[in-house]
């Protein structure tokens, strides 16, 4: 597609619910990233896959985060048993280039509210 | 110590003055470095790449001090299209993860 695109772009759960996020990166983007964003907060990291190699999970915040992206396109992260500690924007953005040498595009975005 | 820190702001800025402001980055390793806006309630888009010897795009203009771990960023001519906040932002590692500042705020008043 034209952009990095995100769905839903709103989502209100109940506590303890689990909700899936989804990401469809740009076509033949080889590097996908996972960022999440608190009120008035900076990015966090989250997660990124590049190419076939494994993922990089080390910022997922507990064990009941995880995500995955299937045949090296669409990615869902999940959050499972939700707390309202996890209410935040969560970013998802593509890149061509895997080596950071150049920028990313980003989604605009799911708005998480746990209630 | 963070690894990437601006000053929040917020730079408040008569429309037409100039507007400067720094980061900082604590790896030295890092390589590759970005400057990104992100206006309230919309997505970081990409503004600029930050190169060794300094970039201009139009009115902005971003600079690298390596041996000082610090990038600038300067806007001349403020439109009020440009309040915003800026996010510096520096590659984390070799593959690619970059690290974001929590951003400078910039407003632009008539």
């Known amino acids: 597609g034209a952009g990095v695109s995100q769905s839903p772009s709103n989502k209100v759960t109940e506590k303890g619910k689990d909700v899936e996020l989804r990401c469809d990166p740009i076509s033949g983007h080889t590097a996908l990233y996972w960022y999440r964003q608190s009120l008035g907060q900076g990015l966090e990291f989250l997660i990124y896959?590049?190419?076939?190699?494994?993922?990089?999970k080390s910022g997922l915040p507990s064990d009941r985060f995880s995500a995955e992206r299937t045949g090296g396109s669409v990615s869902t992260l999940t959050i499972q048993r939700t707390q309202q500690e996890d209410s935040a924007v969560y970013l998802c953005?593509?890149?061509?280039?895997?080596?950071?040498?150049?920028?990313?595009?980003f989604g605009s975005g799911t708005r998480l509210t746990v209630v | 110590r963070k690894e990437v820190e601006q000053d929040p702001g917020p730079f408040n800025v008569p429309e037409g003055a100039t507007v400067a402001f720094n980061c900082t980055y604590s790896?030295?390793?890092?390589?590759?470095f970005f400057w990104y806006r992100q206006d309230c309630r919309k997505e970081p888009k990409l503004l600029m790449s930050?190169?060794?010897s300094g970039n201009e795009d139009g009115r902005f203009t971003a600079q690298l001090n390596r041996a000082s771990q610090y990038i600038s960023l300067l806007i001349r001519d403020s439109k009020l299209s440009d309040s915003a906040t800026y996010l510096c932002v520096v590659n984390a590692d070799s593959w690619g993860k970059l690290q974001f500042g929590a951003g400078t705020q910039v407003v632009v008043t008539p």
């Open positions: 790896n030295s390793a890092s390589q590759s």
């Open positions: 896959f590049q190419g076939n190699s494994a993922p990089d």
């Open positions: 930050v190169y060794s």
């Open positions: 953005a593509s890149s061509l280039e895997t080596r950071g040498r150049v920028g990313y595009t």
